[in-house]
């Protein structure tokens, strides 16, 4: 892998003044990159590929689902730059159902070349992509980059979505993961989203017959009734312990 510079921080520098052809619906749009950042806290945070491994598994999903503890820091947008085309972007963004992400399609890595973060990945099949990296970018300035290891491979240490929110508020609690499983037309699993909702409460909504079925839960839970929560990895159960745990 030969890099195009030695992946150095821009940090008090303009973001490049670039713009993208994006697909909306069934028409061309340009999108200018001053759209973006123009009087606006934003966080960027770009990557390999579209559907590759660690993005798809790891990378895009924190950002989202720290979507709004961002806003809450004072964050207007959350974009994801990656070299692809926007038909591919789009494709990737409704597959992973992340609301809360703007894709920028970078499709010929003119905004990643003038980043300095245009790397080979010829070795893969790939050509050129992105560097991982994420920055905070303050009305159009690049206040702070979180930039991985020239090292070899694909690492991933710095750029994720706690690191970021770890500089923005040291102090700062990242919302526990939360997912449930539930049934169409079941009163107690809308009792029990509810009461997610209601205690400020993200969750993964699991349903039977769609996402999973009576089989899989049995095996995951060790009971047969919906809904079934988890909160932070912890079983607490229906929708009574739910309320039992609030309280």
Same mark, same amino acid.
Not at 158 to 165: C, F, I
Not at 178 to 195: D, E, N
């Given at each position: 892998?030969?890099? +195009?510079?030695?992946?150095? +921080?821009?940090?008090?520098?303009?973001?490049?003044?670039?713009?993208?052809?994006?697909?909306?619906?069934?028409?061309?749009?340009? /999108? !200018?990159?001053?759209?973006?950042?123009?009087?606006?806290?934003?966080?960027?945070?770009?990557?390999?590929?579209? $559907?590759?491994?660690? %993005?798809?598994?790891? !990378? /895009?999903?924190?950002?989202?689902?720290?979507?709004?503890? &961002?806003?809450?820091?004072?964050?207007?947008?959350? %974009?994801?730059?990656?070299?692809?085309?926007?038909?591919?972007?789009?494709?990737?963004?409704?597959?992973?159902?992340?609301?809360?992400?703007?894709?920028?399609?970078?499709?010929?890595?003119? &905004?990643?070349?003038?980043?300095?973060?245009?790397?080979?990945?010829?070795?893969?099949?790939?050509?050129?992509? +992105?560097?991982?990296?994420?920055?905070?970018?303050?009305?159009?300035?690049?206040?702070?980059?979180?930039?991985?290891?020239?090292?070899?491979?694909?690492? $991933?240490?710095?750029?994720?979505?706690?690191?970021?929110?770890?500089?923005?508020?040291?102090?700062?609690?990242?919302?526990?993961?939360?997912?449930? $499983?539930?049934?169409?037309? %079941?009163?107690? %699993?809308?009792?029990?989203?509810? /009461?997610?909702?209601?205690?400020? $409460?993200?969750?993964?909504?699991?349903?039977?017959?769609?996402?999973? +079925?009576?089989?899989?839960?049995?095996?995951?839970?060790?009971?047969?009734?919906?809904?079934?929560?988890?909160?932070?990895?912890? !079983?607490?159960?229906?929708?009574?312990? /739910?309320?039992?745990?609030?309280?």
């Amino acid at each position: 892998m030969s890099m +195009s510079t030695e992946l150095q +921080s821009k940090e008090g520098q303009k973001i490049p003044d670039v713009s993208w052809q994006t697909r909306a619906g069934e028409e061309w749009k340009t /999108l !200018h990159s001053k759209d973006i950042f123009d009087g606006k806290k934003v966080i960027v945070f770009s990557l390999p590929g579209a $559907f590759t491994p660690t %993005c798809s598994s790891t !990378h /895009l999903p924190r950002f989202n689902q720290l979507a709004g503890v &961002f806003k809450a820091k004072g964050v207007d947008e959350i %974009c994801c730059v990656s070299v692809n085309d926007t038909f591919v972007m789009n494709a990737w963004l409704a597959d992973q159902e992340a609301e809360n992400i703007t894709v920028v399609p970078d499709g010929n890595g003119e &905004f990643t070349e003038a980043m300095g973060m245009l790397v080979d990945k010829a070795d893969l099949g790939f050509g050129k992509r +992105s560097w991982r990296y994420s920055m905070l970018v303050n009305d159009g300035v690049i206040e702070k980059m979180f930039i991985e290891p020239n090292v070899p491979g694909d690492p $991933f240490e710095v750029s994720d979505a706690d690191t970021m929110l770890n500089y923005l508020d040291p102090e700062a609690a990242a919302p526990q993961e939360v997912s449930l $499983f539930t049934k169409p037309g %079941c009163p107690f %699993c809308a009792k029990a989203k509810a /009461l997610l909702t209601e205690k400020g $409460f993200d969750y993964e909504e699991i349903s039977l017959g769609k996402d999973a +079925s009576l089989a899989s839960l049995k095996a995951i839970t060790g009971r047969e009734t919906v809904p079934q929560v988890y909160i932070g990895g912890k !079983h607490i159960g229906g929708s009574d312990d /739910l309320e039992a745990y609030f309280a």
